[in-house]
């Protein structure tokens, strides 16, 4: 029997910077579990653009779309055309999680949740009967698919190292099929401690998890030796959550002599976790940036945001800790809470003003489906599990005028007006600490993307006119 071909697309814009800074490790770990479970019973192919070009040439078997809220309708496309070919699609991650009713006709299945076993699963399923019957995946966990005009969900799936809350059964992300730079990115963990309103990830993800100090250690190590990396963002959504953890990669990271190779980390973590010892241990493994989502300068904003846990002081403290032990303090903030205030906002504006803050993100509220944030919006009428999803755009810079805003208080105008202000600002902060900022090697790349990216929008507008900035892609 012939190796089944699996198609797996990241649905992404691959003219957005943003959207392709860094290789898509939930694909890579779909990818290994595969070639792990099946061997040389699959054969898979990973890609982000030239979708209907692959289909046409390389004639999978199955097609695979793993798609967010803000690129559903890339996914919508794409399966079609799998449809079109005759091909079984099967559709995962954050938007079908949480929108299961979104499975649409040109979908099979939608794997709700972790892909990893499901997926495997799945593709032993088609190779048994060389389609995905209904009456098959009944039995098949944390799905849902299409059984005549019916829509059938079948039971949770437990998540992966739940019990022992370890991630380590795990195969290592295949990058081979990824563009890796010398300044690449790790996923130590899933799942975080907190519930803010606004966070789709921690709807994904419903228990925190981790992979151990030695796994971590091994893939450290295998990016370094494989691929040349010599500086690793990890993209958890706190990475120090677990202190006793983060004890242990520093004893294998001072055993290894990482620091003395010049290697380099960054990671993201809560004011809250930010202490002189924790600087003190993370400045010794040469962890050159710590990103938090400090999100208001205001405490009432800051209380909706995230919770009474949080206060602009500890937020100010922590970014001074960090600076004080040589860190480069990084924050992002959001504007355009519902209750907030132009006045409001220019607090926070004042906060970054004052504090030694080296990068700054900037966001506006984007209401993402399964947060309180969604809910209050589509209870207004804002936002509709059928809606457009271009319009949740999470770059308000790139399409202000049609993303949508949940402000009771300021308007489209005045909000982008006072965004400006921001950017002026967050530009003024990055001239003055990218001279000194280890950020400096990603510039030429980041300075390519963002030509690209500026032409792409450049043609679409002369292309399409006022359109979504995902229009034209196939």
């Known amino acids: 029997m ?12 691959p003219f957005v910077e943003a959207q392709n800074r860094y290789p898509s490790l939930g694909l890579g770990y779909l990818v290994a579990m595969l070639n792990r479970e099946l061997g040389d019973a699959v054969e898979v192919r990973l890609i982000e653009e030239d979708v209907a070009a692959t289909i046409r040439d390389w004639r999978p078997h199955l097609l695979g779309l793993s ?32 929108l299961p009713n979104n499975l649409t006709r040109a ?3 939608g794997v709700l949740g972790e892909g990893e076993y499901a997926l495997v699963e799945l ?13 098959k995946l009944a039995e098949v966990e ?10 059938v969900q079948t039971s949770a799936r437990e998540v992966v190292g739940k019990k022992e809350k370890d991630l380590d059964v795990l195969p290592m992300a295949d990058r081979s099929m990824m563009r890796v730079r010398p300044h690449s990115n790790m996923l130590t963990s899933r799942g975080c401690p907190y519930n803010c309103t606004f966070c789709a990830s921690t709807r994904f993800w419903p228990n925190i998890r981790y992979f151990s100090p030695e796994y971590m250690m091994e893939e450290i190590k295998h990016l370094r030796d494989t691929y040349g990396v010599r500086y690793i963002t990890f993209h958890d959504d706190l990475f120090i959550a677990n202190t006793k953890r983060l004890a242990g990669l520093h004893e294998l ?7 003395q190779q010049g290697f380099r980390f960054s990671c993201a973590s809560s004011a809250t976790r930010i202490t ?19 999100e208001s300068g205001n405490q009432e904003v800051l209380t909706r945001l995230k919770g009474k846990a949080f206060k602009v002081d500890i937020n100010e403290n922590a970014v001074h800790t960090l600076h004080r032990h040589g860190i480069h303090p990084h924050a992002s903030f959001i504007l355009g809470e519902p209750q907030e205030t132009v006045e409001q906002m220019m607090e926070t504006y004042d906060f970054i003003k004052r504090n030694p803050l080296s990068l700054v993100n900037l966001y506006v509220l984007t209401p993402l489906p399964g947060t309180p944030v969604w809910h209050n919006a589509k209870a207004r009428g804002l936002v509709s599990d059928d809606m457009d999803w271009d319009q949740l755009n999470i770059s308000f810079e790139l399409d202000w005028q049609r993303v949508i805003l949940v402000s009771e208080t300021v308007s489209r105008e005045e909000l982008h007006k006072v965004y400006q202000k921001f950017r002026r600002l967050r530009l003024w902060k990055y001239a003055k600490a990218m001279a000194f900022h280890p950020f400096q090697m990603d510039l030429p790349e980041y300075g390519r993307a963002k030509l690209v990216e500026w032409g792409y929008r450049v043609r679409n507008t002369f292309r399409h006119g006022s359109s979504p900035i995902n229009a034209g892609l196939d």
């Open 107 to 109: 979908m099979d299945v």
């Open 123 to 135: 593709v032993e399923l088609y190779r048994e009967h060389g389609a995905l019957p209904p009456a």
């Open 2 to 13: 012939e190796a089944t071909r699996v198609l797996l697309v990241n649905a992404v814009n």
């Open 142 to 151: 944390g799905i849902v698919y299409w059984d005549g005009d019916e829509q």
């Open 276 to 294: 002189d010892d924790t600087a003190r241990m993370l400045k010794e493994m040469n962890f050159v940036s710590i990103s938090m989502g400090l």
């Open 67 to 98: 798609s967010v809220s803000q690129n559903y309708n890339l996914a919508k496309s794409y399966a079609e055309l799998g449809r079109e070919a005759g091909i079984p699609v099967i559709v995962g991650g954050y938007h079908i999680t949480e």
């Open 253 to 259: 990271v001072m055993r290894e002599g990482l620091p």
